[in-house]
């Protein structure tokens, strides 16, 4: 799938200081973007798994991984397509305790998020950590849409929406840097908003 620069750029607006440059505020709005047609998946079989490069592989269901600490993230979401939505509310659990249970090796420096779909997306271990990152299954107080990635999806809200996985099911450690599916084509590594980190070679 070829990645093109041909992004409709709309006039920034919003609150000064938290619309990245190139982004527009889109209002009440969530729009719904995705490289493939969203699964059915049933609460009961979903399941997320932390290996790779760590200790203690481990897998949580859904049950289990609802009794870990509930953990919440309120702020703003950036689309590469060039939207922004300011003051979402997320509900789930933080990578930080699933990382903590699995324990990273000293040689883990990266991470490749996997969806359920086979879909994947690479992220540096520092990004997902420190409370950056976490495991959501509810926005603005209601379960997570299939369409938006539910039952659960990867929220790394700091960069670029498309690193925050949906049908997330699985944390794979690694020593070096392995591309994801928007990476391979074209898409910057990293997707840093604030620095537009759009696309390969992007400073």
Same mark, same amino acid.
């Given at each position: 799938? %070829?990645?093109?620069?041909?992004?409709?750029?709309?006039? $920034?607006?919003?609150?000064?200081?938290?619309?990245? %440059?190139?982004?527009?505020?889109?209002?009440?709005?969530?729009?719904?973007?995705?490289?493939?047609?969203?699964?059915?998946?049933?609460?009961?079989?979903?399941?997320?798994?932390?290996?790779?490069?760590? $200790? $203690?592989?481990?897998?949580?269901?859904?049950?289990?991984?609802?009794?870990?600490?509930?953990?919440?993230?309120?702020?703003?979401?950036?689309?590469?397509?060039?939207?922004?939505?300011?003051?979402?509310?997320?509900?789930?659990?933080?990578?930080?305790?699933?990382?903590?249970?699995?324990?990273?090796?000293?040689?883990?420096?990266?991470?490749?998020?996997?969806?359920?779909?086979?879909?994947?997306?690479?992220?540096?271990?520092?990004?997902?950590?420190?409370?950056?990152?976490?495991?959501?299954? $509810?926005?603005?107080?209601?379960?997570?849409?299939?369409?938006?990635?539910?039952?659960?999806?990867?929220?790394? %809200?700091?960069?670029?929406?498309?690193?925050?996985?949906?049908?997330?099911?699985?944390?794979?450690?690694?020593?070096?840097?392995?591309?994801?599916?928007?990476?391979?084509?074209?898409?910057?590594?990293?997707?840093?908003?604030?620095?537009?980190?759009?696309?390969?070679?992007?400073?």
């Amino acid at each position: 799938m %070829p990645v093109t620069r041909g992004f409709f750029r709309r006039r $920034e607006q919003g609150p000064e200081g938290r619309i990245p %440059p190139g982004q527009y505020d889109t209002g009440s709005s969530w729009p719904v973007l995705t490289a493939e047609a969203a699964p059915r998946i049933r609460p009961e079989e979903w399941s997320i798994t932390v290996d790779g490069l760590v $200790e $203690e592989p481990t897998t949580w269901s859904w049950d289990e991984a609802h009794r870990l600490p509930s953990a919440t993230y309120s702020g703003d979401i950036h689309c590469v397509t060039t939207w922004t939505k300011l003051d979402m509310v997320f509900r789930g659990i933080s990578v930080d305790d699933l990382l903590a249970a699995a324990r990273p090796r000293p040689e883990a420096r990266f991470v490749l998020a996997h969806s359920s779909t086979g879909y994947t997306t690479n992220l540096p271990l520092e990004d997902v950590t420190d409370g950056k990152a976490w495991v959501v299954w $509810e926005a603005e107080g209601k379960p997570l849409t299939r369409e938006h990635g539910g039952p659960a999806r990867l929220l790394v %809200p700091h960069l670029y929406f498309w690193k925050s996985a949906k049908w997330v099911s699985r944390l794979e450690l690694l020593d070096e840097d392995q591309q994801g599916f928007w990476e391979r084509n074209g898409y910057h590594d990293r997707g840093d908003p604030w620095r537009e980190q759009r696309y390969q070679g992007d400073a």
